[in-house]
């Protein structure tokens, strides 16, 4: 679909071509004709909804309610909801957007009509036709039948079984990290909490997912660190977003003809780079022995794809391994698609799993009592449509005093009497997280092992509470954590 940008450039093409062809005043007459033809077309789509007896906040001229949205999506849906209740209506640009908390509407969407809704919309992902991008050839872009195709692929490599096997590069990892703790309790130095869980997070990825050994906790001024960081700085609302919002096919137009993408070109094009390196080494080590003892991602996520019957695909000397049969090939998944799984991987659990763990860290120090029990458990035998998220994980009826730190929330009693659906941080149905047991696993491994030797404290440097954060995309403390270890002695 063409955006506002778009829809502007091609009016004034049109306009060109008719002072061009006809006379002054059959020129002007036609031209105000257009125009007002576009106007009264644009300005219609902001009573979507009214006509539809759903409610709406009004919106701006070609943008409707995007602006409101990229600015700050956790005010603008608290205020909305708090004005029109539970469902209602906005405009993304000149696209309607249905939004809701109602449980019953999100069972819909998420499970008993899932055939219906099973696309993602992207706010830059435009078209994905031919597309050669890491970015755009991942599951959370790919739409219809080629999501079903690599959804399907992917899975095996995240059953609990194979996800197991990840546990000796999540120990690895935070082997290290415990190294650094013990440096800075050594120096009586305050932890950069936000600096240290970026660094295991990056660094315990890059193990599991692509088998790579790489010093990534101690230098944050690292190459991969660095473009990583980059990335997630879509935060900042620049031109260049601007440009791919309203000019969406144009965007998609320089990335698959020209390989430039508006945004973040210089570091995807290094990881792909740098993936590719991974893949192609993977790949030739598995060709001579398909029973390594790695167990990385690449090798698992390889490895399901030849003991899994799904949809063909067209042919592509890329596929896979070259000595595989020809069903294999039909299949299988291209050596873009791999890389952009990993890519995926990268994407989606370096900050959220460093934000949310550093987060835990820092409640914890302000609430003892609670980092108490966590380590007694953790000794116990055994132990090992757009849906406005913060609506529901905020929502006052459901979680009483929802800014105050109380674990209690999820313990067995509380949560058997509330509907999972109010709690849905890796979504929920068909499309939820597919690294979502990753993500669990690994922030368990991460803070157990962190609690089972060190105790995290405040300090001069620490912050009070309440913290302020920001939530445009990842929620992050606007201002630095610190905090202090002292080593648990038994």
Request: with cysteine; charged share 40%.
């Given at each position: 679909m063409l955006g506002i940008g778009e829809y502007i450039c091609l009016s004034i093409i049109i306009v060109l071509i008719i002072s061009a062809l006809f006379t002054k005043y059959v020129a002007i007459g036609l031209i105000v004709t257009i125009t007002s033809f576009i106007i009264w077309k644009v300005n219609n789509l902001s009573y979507y909804w009214k006509k539809r007896n759903i409610p709406s906040p009004k919106g701006k001229f070609g943008f409707g309610n995007l602006l409101e949205i990229i600015s700050n999506v956790k005010n603008y849906d608290k205020r909305w909801k708090e004005e029109f209740g539970e469902t209602y209506g906005i405009m993304m640009g000149l696209k309607p957007n249905l939004t809701t908390t109602n449980l019953d509407i999100i069972k819909e969407i998420y499970v008993k009509q899932f055939d219906k809704f099973i696309d993602r919309e992207g706010l830059l992902a435009g078209s994905t036709r031919k597309e050669k991008s890491i970015y755009f050839n991942s599951i959370f872009i790919?739409?219809?039948?080629?999501?079903?195709?690599?959804?399907?692929?992917?899975?095996?490599?995240?059953?609990?079984?194979?996800?197991?096997?990840?546990?000796?590069?999540?120990?690895?990892?935070?082997?290290?990290?415990?190294?650094?703790?013990?440096?800075?309790?050594?120096?009586?130095?305050?932890?950069?909490?936000?600096?240290?869980?970026?660094?295991?997070?990056?660094d315990s990825i890059f193990k599991t997912t692509f088998g790579f050994n790489a010093d990534l906790q101690e230098d944050p001024s690292n190459i991969i660190r660095s473009y990583a960081k980059k990335i997630f700085e879509i935060n900042k609302f620049d031109l260049r977003t601007l440009f791919a919002v309203l000019f969406p096919e144009l965007s998609t137009i320089l990335r698959i003809y020209f390989n430039y993408h508006i945004r973040n070109d210089k570091e995807i094009k290094y990881f792909t780079d740098i993936l590719s390196q991974c893949y192609d080494k993977r790949k030739k080590e598995l060709e001579k022995d398909i029973h390594s003892e790695s167990s990385d991602f690449f090798k698992v996520l390889l490895q399901s794809l030849n003991e899994n019957d799904t949809n063909e695909v067209e042919d592509d000397k890329e596929i896979i391994f070259e000595k595989a049969t020809q069903k294999q090939k039909r299949k299988g998944l291209s050596k873009v698609e791999i890389l952009a799984q990993g890519f995926l991987f990268l994407l989606v659990g370096y900050e959220t799993t460093a934000s949310t763990t550093q987060f835990i860290l820092f409640m914890l120090a302000h609430h003892q009592e609670y980092q108490d029990k966590c380590r007694e458990e953790i000794f116990e035998p055994g132990t090992t449509v757009s849906i406005p998220m913060f609506n529901l994980h905020y929502d006052e009826k459901i979680y009483p005093q929802p800014n105050i730190f109380d674990p209690e929330r999820f313990s067995s009693e509380q949560k058997a009497g509330r509907d999972p659906l109010y709690y849905l941080p890796f979504g929920y149905g068909p499309r939820n997280c597919i690294g979502m047991r990753y993500a669990y696993l690994s922030m368990k491994v991460y803070l157990a092992r962190f609690l089972l030797n060190y105790k995290f404290k405040t300090c001069d440097e620490t912050l009070p509470l309440p913290l302020e954060i920001i939530t445009k995309r990842i929620t992050k403390p606007i201002k630095k954590l610190y905090l202090k270890a002292e080593k648990v002695s038994y």
């Open positions: 790919k739409k219809g039948e080629d999501w079903r195709r690599i959804r399907n692929l992917c899975s095996p490599a995240f059953t609990t079984g194979k996800i197991k096997h990840f546990v000796k590069f999540f120990n690895a990892t935070v082997d290290k990290t415990l190294e650094i703790l013990q440096d800075h309790e050594k120096k009586d130095r305050v932890i950069d909490i936000e600096e240290l869980c970026e660094g295991m997070a990056i």
